[in-house]
């Protein structure tokens, strides 16, 4: 499995730019960095049949998010809502700090 540094982290808001969910925005709800993956809330939805537990008495269709890969998400830059690739820009004093390529302006981290 490939392990690369991502600059997408839980909480930035990002685009689907390739396959079925195309131009479909969302929350990263998870990033699985083991299999270069994120989660993104309300895209790639997925449907799983249950059957009736004491836990859930009901059972029924439970919906949750799948996995995408990070290839297929692009990072949306705050300043102009446009959908951009990044860049990390190191200051002198060492600190990190996240540019947009299209803006050139900063993307702060979520939280």
Same mark, same amino acid.
């Given at each position: 499995?490939?392990?690369?540094?991502?600059?997408?982290?839980?909480?930035?808001?990002?685009?689907?730019?390739? #396959?079925?969910?195309?131009? *479909?925005?969302?929350?990263?709800?998870?990033?699985?960095?083991?299999?270069?993956?994120?989660?993104?809330?309300?895209?790639?939805?997925?449907?799983?049949?249950?059957?009736?537990?004491?836990?859930?008495?009901?059972?029924?269709?439970?919906?949750?998010?799948?996995?995408?890969?990070?290839?297929?998400?692009?990072?949306?830059?705050? *300043?102009?809502?446009?959908?951009?690739?990044?860049?990390?820009?190191?200051?002198?004093? #060492?600190?990190?700090?996240?540019?947009?390529?299209?803006?050139?302006?900063?993307?702060?981290?979520?939280?």
């Amino acid at each position: 499995m490939a392990r690369h540094a991502t600059r997408i982290v839980k909480g930035d808001r990002v685009r689907v730019i390739r #396959g079925n969910h195309r131009e *479909a925005e969302g929350t990263v709800l998870r990033v699985l960095r083991g299999s270069d993956r994120v989660m993104v809330q309300g895209v790639n939805m997925r449907k799983r049949h249950v059957r009736p537990t004491q836990e859930n008495p009901e059972g029924g269709i439970i919906t949750s998010e799948a996995p995408i890969h990070l290839s297929n998400v692009m990072l949306i830059d705050p *300043a102009g809502g446009e959908a951009s690739r990044i860049r990390m820009r190191v200051e002198p004093d #060492g600190f990190k700090e996240r540019i947009a390529v299209k803006s050139g302006n900063p993307v702060p981290k979520p939280g």
